[in-house]
């Protein structure tokens, strides 16, 4: 029999909207925008540093399941550090157009504050949710690309092109997973 | 006595070098009829960089630097066989019938790599007669030694510009930047926008 759950059903959400944990959507997002950027570079690779892609297939398949590993990382570790300081600052805007919904509503139909307070608590999750999802994506993804260019066509522009690939790949997945992981306060 | 030995000395002075005057005339006039040719050859690699497919540039410079005509010159180079390279333009094998002192003539052969692999050029050779009635004489030009052939592969890596190449990834780069930035642009524009009404 499954242990049940310490927590009240009210602290479950509160975890699930303050917490770490990922919903299913936000997991999807996350995993198709780092199989994007992790592909997008292997163009480059092909065709600046003549690799071809039936020829290396395996090497750039494991590079890109790792440089997508550490990228999901990357993204979950901003997204949460991001929500916290975007919620506060999309404060009064959500509750400015929560207000004005509710006052668009029917006018026999009274609203309590204690609702409007949960409703502009929930809208700012919403937005907070939505804007740090966004904002993670591009900044992990920038720190990544600007990376893995340094590295690949700067550095390393006179290696060969397989340890090019590998070293400039792991290496800059790593750092943007390892960025991901400091925390502003 | 001192004066008249001096005397004496600077007359007999002035014979031997009467004498070394009149010989060394004669001497170079016989000199003058005797004249001969002495051509120096030079090959260069017109081409900075050597690549497989590409057309390969080779120079040869042949200085008369003798009093008289070279003759029935003839210039060959047996470094570029059928099996490794395909002559674009010019030949290996030129005759020239006479090359007149101090001047020079110069021919170019193009050929085109076509293995990527390093290339040991040897020397050319040129014949001549270099005055009349002489047996032919052989000089060789300069050793250019060991020649990298770099791959197709190799030069685009290295030397094309890849505009486009960067370019397009740009593009391609556009959902992973572009969009996220621009969803959250406009949700952080909206929402300012009705805190700066709200306050007002």
Redesign the interface.
């Given at each position: 029999m499954a242990p049940k759950s310490n927590f009240s059903k009210e602290e479950e959400l509160l975890l699930q909207d303050f917490g770490r944990g990922l919903s299913a959507k936000s997991s999807a997002i996350f995993y198709f925008?780092a199989f994007?950027?992790s592909t997008?570079p292997l163009?480059?690779f092909s065709?600046?540093?003549?690799m071809f892609i039936c020829e290396n297939a395996i090497l750039f398949g494991i590079g890109t399941i790792v440089s997508m590993y550490f990228i999901s990382f990357a993204y979950k570790n901003n997204k949460f550090e991001l929500k916290h300081k975007i919620a506060q600052?999309?404060g009064?805007?959500?509750?400015?157009?929560i207000?004005?919904a509710v006052a668009d509503m029917d006018g026999n139909k009274k609203v309590s504050k204690k609702e409007k307070d949960e409703r502009i608590l929930w809208r700012k999750n919403e937005?907070a949710e939505?804007?740090s999802i966004?904002?993670a994506?591009?900044n992990t993804?920038?720190t990544f690309?600007a990376i893995l260019i340094f590295l690949a066509f700067l550095i390393f522009k006179?290696y060969a092109?397989t340890p090019n690939y590998a070293i400039s790949i792991f290496v800059a997945s790593g750092l943007t997973a390892l960025f991901s992981t400091s925390s502003q306060n | 006595m001192n004066l008249g030995c001096l005397i004496f000395y600077s007359s007999n002075m002035k014979c031997v070098l009467c004498l070394v005057a009149l010989f060394a005339f004669f001497s170079n006039a016989v000199i003058a009829d005797d004249t001969t040719a002495k051509l120096i050859l030079i090959k260069e690699v017109l081409n900075d960089i050597i690549t497989e497919g590409n057309d390969l540039s080779v120079q040869y410079s042949l200085f008369n630097i003798g009093d008289g005509p070279a003759t029935d010159v003839e210039l060959a180079d047996s470094d570029f066989h059928e099996s490794e390279f395909e002559l674009v333009s010019g030949m290996t094998s030129v005759k020239w019938e006479r090359i007149g002192a101090n001047s020079n003539v110069s021919h170019v052969v193009v050929v085109k790599p076509l293995k990527a692999s390093a290339f040991n050029s040897t020397s050319a050779v040129v014949q001549y007669v270099a005055s009349e009635g002489a047996e032919p004489t052989f000089g060789f030009s300069d050793e250019l030694g060991e020649l990298s052939i770099i791959s197709a592969t190799e030069y685009k890596r290295l030397h094309a510009s890849h505009v486009w190449e960067w370019f397009l990834f740009s593009v391609f780069c556009i959902p992973s930047l572009l969009l996220p930035y621009l969803l959250h642009f406009t949700s952080k524009s909206k929402y300012n926008a009705l805190s700066a009404k709200k306050k007002h």
């Open positions: 925008h994007i950027v997008v163009y480059l065709n600046i540093q003549q600052k999309r009064d805007g959500v509750s400015a157009e207000h004005a937005v939505a804007e966004q904002l994506v591009f993804n920038a690309l006179n092109p | -």
